[in-house]
């Protein structure tokens, strides 16, 4: 199982990033891909995440109105569109997969792929 998580970088105040996470080697059939952040010192969160068995999603409510998560699965790529991105929304993200639907807690994953580095500042 590989997950690959890329697409950081800088950016200002109300801008865009889309992030990529390129997955292979995971049994789609009920699973869940999830998006996490983390800063030093603090706890990694969720952002978001989408179910394979119905393709439905979850998002943090920091994360609700602004950013989306959507699923290539030709591709196997799943996206995390951000919008009016905050300097609050600057950590590191990763991407995450696990075996069960709808799961939405970082213990709940057992595959992590490295993390990209999001830095929101003017």
């Known amino acids: 199982v590989q997950l690959q998580a890329s697409g950081g970088g800088l950016v200002q105040p109300g801008g865009s990033l889309r992030l990529s996470c390129a997955h292979s080697?995971?049994?789609?059939?009920?699973?869940?891909i999830g998006w996490f952040r983390q800063v030093p010192g603090k706890e990694r969160e969720g952002v978001a995440c989408?179910?394979?068995?119905?393709?439905?999603?979850a998002y943090a409510d920091s994360a609700k109105g602004r950013f989306t998560v959507s699923s290539d699965n030709a591709k196997n790529i799943v996206y995390l569109q951000m919008n009016s991105l905050k300097p609050e929304d600057t950590a590191d993200y990763y991407c995450?997969?696990?075996?069960?639907?709808?799961?939405?807690?970082?213990?709940?994953?057992?595959?992590w792929g490295q993390g990209t580095l999001v830095t929101v500042s003017s």
């Open positions: 080697g995971f049994p789609l059939d009920h699973s869940t």
């Open positions: 995450a997969a696990s075996a069960y639907s709808g799961r939405t807690q970082a213990h709940e994953y057992g595959y």
């Open positions: 989408i179910t394979s068995s119905d393709w439905s999603t």
